[in-house]
């Protein structure tokens, strides 16, 4: 998991640094699967979450795809992770 914590790390830095849509559609499916995959450890999923905040916060101006973003987080705050 602390691997996997870093690499996230890393692509949230990325969503700073080369804040654009094209960064968004290259890092979002992977970052939604390790979000929304219960398996995981969740300071894992905290930091995929982060990093996929901060890509949609800085690289994207459509509404629709921060809507869908807000979903996400409204649908895993609804769930219960043991």
């Known amino acids: 998991p602390?691997?996997?914590?870093?690499a996230c790390r890393v692509l949230e830095?990325?969503?700073?640094?080369?804040?654009?849509?094209?960064y968004y559609n290259d890092v979002q499916g992977h970052l939604t699967r390790m979000v929304t995959s219960a398996h995981r450890a969740v300071p894992v999923r905290v930091a995929a979450?982060?990093?996929?905040?901060?890509?949609?916060f800085?690289?994207?101006?459509?509404?629709?795809?921060?809507e869908?973003?807000?979903?996400?987080?409204e649908s895993l705050a609804r769930t219960e992770y043991r």
Do not use: F, H, K, W
């Open 2 to 6: 602390s691997e996997q914590y870093a």
């Open 13 to 22: 830095a990325g969503a700073v640094i080369m804040a654009d849509e094209a």
């Open 49 to 56: 979450l982060r990093a996929l905040g901060m890509a949609v």
């Open 58 to 66: 800085l690289g994207v101006d459509d509404d629709e795809i921060t």
């Open 68 to 73: 869908q973003t807000l979903d996400l987080c």
